[in-house]
T-cell receptor, first 119, second 114 residues
């Protein structure tokens, strides 16, 4: 079974509007971390935002926020006021804690969502 | 400027040849990682190293080899045993062992084998 599922292969959003990219995860570890990365067409992976499983509040970083619903095992990325430069692939990733394979710091990635921002 | 460098950006090889992809970091990170990305896919872990002179296989290590003789360097060799070597290869490093530490990525090397 996939540990990270991103169900939207591609999404379109109008410039200046908000968009939500979905991510669901599967783990039995009570201690885990969730990450979102952006990959422009150039290929480099850019870290956007982190949410820990014990964090009480949803993470925010500038125009990025994470809608974390622990009971539903979802960690959706919300991008507010979309810009043309937001057009890219977006990947959700998870790190599990020690004892669940996470002691080595490895990330498990979803297959990504391609976001296209329309002018 | 601290960061991770991967060279070259594009690499072309003939089938049957081994090829080594370079990854260098000046971030003083202990942990380093190699990922493979195929079109429309996420990243899959090939090898990782937590410390100099030590490394472990990831999910798709067959046909690949690595070395970690220096903290700054983690080269990946794609051998002729790798059945489908054409892919985008990303190197990453990590500053600490806590859950919250993100991985820092290099710009990647796109390998084409014909």
């Amino acid at each position: 079974a996939q540990k990270i599922t991103q169900t939207q292969p591609g999404m379109f959003v109008q410039e200046k509007e908000a968009v939500t990219l979905d991510c669901t995860y599967d783990t039995s570890d009570p201690s885990y971390g969730l990450f979102w990365y952006k990959q422009p067409s150039s290929g480099e992976m850019i870290f956007l935002i982190y949410q820990g499983s014990y964090d009480q509040q949803n993470a925010t970083e500038g125009r990025y926020s994470l809608n974390f619903q622990k009971a539903r095992k979802s960690a959706n990325l919300v991008i507010s006021a979309s810009q043309l430069g937001d057009s890219a692939m977006y990947f959700c990733a998870m790190r599990e804690g020690p004892g669940y394979g996470g002691s080595q710091g490895n990330l498990i990635f979803g297959k990504g969502t391609k976001l296209s921002v329309k002018p | 400027d601290g960061g991770i460098t991967q060279s070259p950006k594009y690499l072309f090889r003939k089938e049957g040849q081994n090829v080594t992809l370079s990854c260098e970091q000046n971030l003083n990170h202990d942990a380093m990682y190699w990922y493979r990305q195929d079109p429309g896919q996420g990243l899959r872990l090939i090898y990782y190293s937590q410390i100099v002179n030590d490394f472990q296989k990831g999910d798709i290590a067959e046909g690949y080899s690595v070395s970690r003789e220096k903290k700054e360097s983690f080269p990946l060799t794609v051998t002729s045993a790798q059945k489908n070597p054409t892919a985008f290869y990303l190197c990453a490093s990590r500053p600490g062992t806590g859950l919250s530490y993100e991985q820092y990525f290099g710009p990647g090397t796109r390998l084409t084998v014909t």
